[in-house]
Nanobody, 123 residues
């Protein structure tokens, strides 16, 4: 079965950190640009990072730049999102996606989506 599986979501206090993982099964992540998206209640899904196939280029919107870091470990067929200095506005379901390329911080031509992992930032 071809799928992406996210993990690492949790309840964390403001200022805390989390690392999300996105693992692929049934296909090789190394052939895709990978992005993270999030969707908060009542809001549209938005891109929060994208890493290109080589891993040499990463992009972020201003809202998370300097706090979030995307990385990939092709040997483990996994992509990570390190999130630091979390704010209540970061509360959302986080999804990873495998696509053709990064259009800025958004993954284009998405072929696979994960099922999402909940991140809640609250005291």
């Amino acid at each position: 079965q071809l799928q992406l599986v996210e993990s690492g979501g949790d309840l964390v206090q403001p200022g805390g950190s989390l690392r999300l993982s996105c693992a692929a099964s049934g296909f090789t992540l190394a052939y895709y640009a990978i992005g993270w998206f999030r969707q908060a209640p009542g809001k549209e899904r938005e891109g929060v990072s994208c890493i290109n196939i080589s891993g040499r280029s990463t992009n972020y919107p201003n809202s998370v730049k300097g706090r979030f870091t995307i990385s990939r470990d092709n040997a483990k067929n996994t992509v990570y999102l390190q999130m630091n200095s979390l704010e209540s506005e970061d509360t959302a379901i986080y999804y990873c996606a495998a696509g053709g390329y990064c259009r800025g911080y958004v993954t284009a031509e998405v072929r696979y989506w994960g099922q999402g992992t909940q991140v809640t930032v609250s005291s």
